[in-house]
């Protein structure tokens, strides 16, 4: 193994993880907080997902230091119906609530054959696959849908009104890791457009208007009062407004407009919901659902496309265990001085 360039360093998974949930703790959040939304950043940035790895950490923290989001939140499981599980995040993150509700969530799909977990009053800022992806190492087909905060305009409109607003899903396969996606109905994450105006990047064109609402290439003038336009036209759009209904109108949260941070100047997270979808797929069919979704794989590859949903996070996954997380030293010096180390 070559040694890194020296101002990059490599971190294991737990030293990583240990560091974040360090500095959550530090900045307000209970034991079991810390350690969820840790479990999580320290994934996304194994796994090279670097738009919502340690590079959210300041907006956590700034939005806990705001009081926008209570870091002390302790979620409510409601049972509602044989295959719907409710939870209320109590102004706290989604990942906590998701955690809560998981338990009764899969007792439900294992004895009715799917289930859905219902999460409001949330804050959701983070990667959506790690939610999705471990119902499918359970052998359940998954998928998620969050809304955010308006910064997308609708189809053929004149201004914001949706968020990114994800969709992930994830699914079984015999020969390997799950199938996995996740990806926001806008054009580009949120994230990667802030990524692209701190490093001087254009944006393609077609990806986001300015403030007066001309197409731009310029991130800053997406971040300074533009917005971004759905991905594939009027087909991202009607995704975008799908996840608007299942994630806030079925859930009890709030829509992409519907909530106001202006009273709290440096709030960053979405106050929306999340919607899951759990399936045992095995109920559906005479064959193994695992086994049919190897088939089609074979087929894929037959067809040409080699790389399948998740591959290359898989990858980067395995070369990070081997290696270590590669991070950037004056990054890891940032991440040991919000800890108070």
Known sequence: ???????????????????????????????????????????????????????????????????????????????????????????????????????????KVRANGMAVLAIRNSHHF????PDV?????????????????????PHGGHRPLFGTN????????SGGDPLVFDLATSAIAHGDVQIAAREGHALPEGFGVDAQGRPTTDPRAVLDGGALLSFGGYKGSALSMMVELLAAAITGGNFSFEFDWSGHPGAQTPWTGEL?????????????????CEHLITRMVEAGQERQPGDRRYRQRA????????????DLERLRALAGR
Not at 53 to 69: D, K
Not at 80 to 92: H, K, L
Not at 278 to 285: F, K, V, Y
Not at 319 to 330: D, H, S
Request: proline share 7%.
């Open 1 to 107: 193994m070559q040694n890194p360039p020296s101002d990059r360093v490599q971190l294991s998974f737990d030293e990583l993880r240990n560091l974040i949930a360090g500095i959550f703790e530090c900045h307000g959040t209970s034991a079991r907080t810390a350690a969820i939304l840790a479990e999580n950043c320290a994934a996304a940035q194994r796994d090279g997902s670097e738009s919502h790895g340690i590079f959210r950490i300041p907006g956590y923290l700034s939005s806990l230091g705001s009081g926008w989001v209570n870091g002390q939140a302790e979620p409510v499981v409601e049972d509602v119906g044989a295959a719907f599980v409710r939870v209320d995040a109590a102004g706290g993150f989604a990942q906590p609530a998701l955690e809560a509700g998981r338990a009764l969530a899969l007792e």
């Open 126 to 129: 983070a990667a959506l696959w």
């Open 133 to 153: 992806e471990p119902f499918a190492r359970e052998g359940l087909v998954a998928l998620a849908f969050v809304n955010s905060m308006t910064c997308v305009v």
């Open 166 to 173: 994800p969709i992930a899903f994830a699914a079984p396969r």
């Open 276 to 292: 899951l979808i759990l399936i045992d797929p095995d109920r559906g069919a005479s064959r193994p659902f695992a086994e049919r």
């Open 319 to 330: 070369r990070a265990e081997r290696e270590g997380i590669p991070l950037k030293a004056a």
